[in-house]
């Protein structure tokens, strides 16, 4: 194949590759009024932009035409300085900052307010590499998944232990960063029940990509559920999920996890309720038996770096834990 068109078609694929019906971290879809505000800024921004190159390019092209060079024709005349254009040039792309700036600073402050009396508090630590969700009024926590009820303002509260994180939503508003001995704020509002995911947009060691979280935005009795199935004591297990808490409390887990009621371990993630959880290790794998055993027999295989080490279960004693741990929802 030519070399040209291989470069072409090269260009055509890199531009298509930022198409995709199925985007579920799309910034162009707001499901928030956070998210609306910045979508509106990238509108104004983005019209502007457009009717600036279609003007540009529009006069480059007449003048390329009307001022080509002409067989025998004399050399052009020569200015020097135009002091009318020169104002113009500095007057125009100032005017066009001004429309610019206006909208972005009047979104800047409105999303940096504080948060109103009704808004739902919520605790959110970056940890390497996952997160931790606690609501301090609903005495509940959880980890990677976050449930909000619709319509009402959420205040998330941020900061970390370890390494500078971002927390990111893109369908629900901005970008904020999770930075040790800083707490830092973010209010949204979600307008849309469902599923959307985000991830920590900061690098923050080797694991970065693998954290992801998911936001579940519910119907706010469908919430009040959630909340009372996650303060619930879990049924006491039978069978193997009831081995597997036997090999639970006597291993290390107890050390890094706590399970209400069966262990106070708080380097790791809260397992009190973890088979309700729809995915494992900040969203990387979905929540089942199998990939839990494949996950308890050796994390790092599994995520790079993860703190989490082998605990070198048999395959028998990790599939037991996983029944155990699945049961506790
Ligand atoms: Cu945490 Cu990147």
């Known amino acids: 194949m030519p070399r040209c068109r291989m470069t072409r078609l090269s260009l ?26 910045i979508l509106h800024v990238y509108g104004i921004i983005t019209w502007a932009a457009a009717i600036i190159a279609l003007v540009v390019g529009i006069a480059l092209l007449w003048i390329l035409a009307r001022y080509r060079d002409r067989p025998g024709a004399p050399p052009p005349a020569q200015t020097r300085g135009h002091t009318a254009l020169e104002i113009a040039w500095t007057i125009a792309p100032a005017l066009v ?20 009396p009704t808004a739902l508090e919520i605790s959110v630590r970056g940890h390497q590499w996952w997160w931790e969700f606690r609501y301090p009024t609903l005495d509940v926590v959880t980890a990677n998944e976050l ?7 959420i205040a998330l509260k941020l900061d970390g232990p370890d390494v500078i994180h971002s927390f990111w939503v893109p369908q629900l508003g901005g970008k904020r960063d999770v930075v040790p001995g800083r707490m830092n ?3 949204f509002t979600a307008d849309s029940v469902g599923e959307y995911r985000g991830q920590c ?12 979280m998911r936001v579940v935005v519910e119907a706010p009795d469908a919430f009040e559920r959630w909340v009372a199935a996650q303060k ?7 069978g193997l999920a009831a081995e597997g808490k036997a090999i639970f409390a006597r291993s290390a887990c107890v050390g890094c996890h706590t399970i209400r009621g069966v262990s106070t371990g708080a380097l790791g993630p809260d397992l ?33 770096g993860s703190k989490m080490p082998s605990l070198a279960l048999t395959d028998a004693q990790a599939r037991a834990v996983a029944a155990y741990l699945m049961s506790l929802k």
Do not use: Y
């Not at 900040?282 to 089942?288: C, K």
């Open 232 to 238: 619930a004591t879990p049924a006491e297990p039978t």
């Open 147 to 153: 449930h909000v009820p619709l319509g009402r303002p």
């Open 185 to 187: 704020q973010l209010t």
């Open 272 to 304: 009190t309720t973890f088979g309700s959880r729809r995915t494992l290790a900040a969203g990387l794998l979905p929540n089942t038996v199998d990939t839990v055993t494949a996950w308890l027999k050796d994390p790092p295989a599994l995520k790079p």
């Open 97 to 116: 900052l001004l429309v610019i700036a206006v909208p972005t600073i009047q979104v800047i402050f409105r999303t940096q307010a504080a948060p109103g």
């Open 12 to 37: 055509l694929a890199l531009g298509l590759g930022g198409c995709a019906w199925d985007a579920p971290m799309t910034t162009v879809v707001a499901r928030s009024d956070f998210a609306r505000d």
């Open 201 to 212: 947009a900061e690098f923050c060691g080797v694991s970065h990509a693998n954290m992801g």
